[in-house]
T-cell receptor, first 116, second 111 residues
Framework: AQSVAQPEDQVNVAEGNPLTVKCTYSVSGNPYLFWYVQYPNRGLQFLLKYITGDNLVKGSYGFEAEFNKSQTSFHLKKPSALVSDSALYFCAVRDMGSSNTGKLIFGQGTTLQVKP | EAQVTQNPRYLITVTGKKLTVTCSQNMNHEYMSWYRQDPGLGLRQIYYSMNVEVTDKGDVPEGYKVSRKEKRNFPLILESPSPNQTSLYFC??????????FGSGTRLTVV
């Protein structure tokens, strides 16, 4: 079955420290992987995606993510966190297998709290 | 500006009173989807459409209907809303399914 797991409900980091938000996935075919961010009372904003190619993907606001096929992971990272990065982060996968419907499967979300 | 527009942003209604949440995109995208967001559950797909007149159920379609009569619009219809449909709803569109643009959301409360 297709699924996405974000094992941490909340991640707390101090401003200026590196941050990691974890994501693992399970699909039958090749995955398209995405990270979205949601600020309070706002919609989801696209951060970055992995389709193919280089395993390290760079996105908006200084975020990056590393695709690891053997560990089926796609962790979100940033070298130096800002207080303004505090938000709800969603990992999502699109299964490019035989039943390609364009459907995105989301993780349950991780709240990132960056303290000054 | 390329965007997905949902209306209304906030809606409080009573059980059983039919309602429609509109969604429109100006990017000529083929794919459109509706999701609901509930705490601890992430976003779950309600219905999706791969093109005009092509719609199909997502993971949680019960109690909802959709239509795709034209490419830009994908309304979500609740024929007889119930309290368990109280949620935050998002419409999203994509050109080929490799990147989705989301609307700002509709917070629905059914009392």
């Amino acid at each position: 079955a297709q699924s996405v797991a974000q094992p941490e409900d909340q991640v707390n980091v101090a401003e200026g420290n590196p941050l990691t938000v974890k994501c693992t996935y399970s699909v039958s075919g090749n995955p398209y992987l995405f990270w979205y961010v949601q600020y309070p009372n706002r919609g989801l904003q696209f951060l970055l995606k992995y389709i193919t190619g280089d395993n390290l993907v760079k996105g908006s606001y200084g975020f990056e993510a590393e695709f690891n096929k053997s560990q089926t992971s796609f962790h979100l990272k940033k070298p130096s966190a800002l207080v303004s990065d505090s938000a709800l982060y969603f990992c999502a996968v699109r299964d490019m297998g035989s039943s390609n419907t364009g459907k995105l499967i989301f993780g349950q979300g991780t709240t990132l709290q960056v303290k000054p | 500006e390329a965007q997905v527009t949902q209306n209304p942003r906030y809606l409080i209604t009573v059980t059983g009173k039919k309602l429609t949440v509109t969604c429109s995109q100006n990017m000529n995208h083929e794919y459109m989807s509706w999701y609901r967001q509930d705490p601890g559950l992430g976003l779950r797909q309600i219905y999706y459409s791969m093109n005009v007149e092509v719609t199909d159920k997502g993971d949680v379609p019960e109690g909802y209907k959709v239509s795709r009569k034209e490419k830009r619009n994908f309304p979500l219809i609740l024929e007889s809303p119930s309290p368990n449909q109280t949620s935050l709803y998002f419409c999203a569109s994509s050109l080929a399914g490799d990147g989705y643009t989301f609307g700002s959301g509709t917070r629905l409360t059914v009392v």
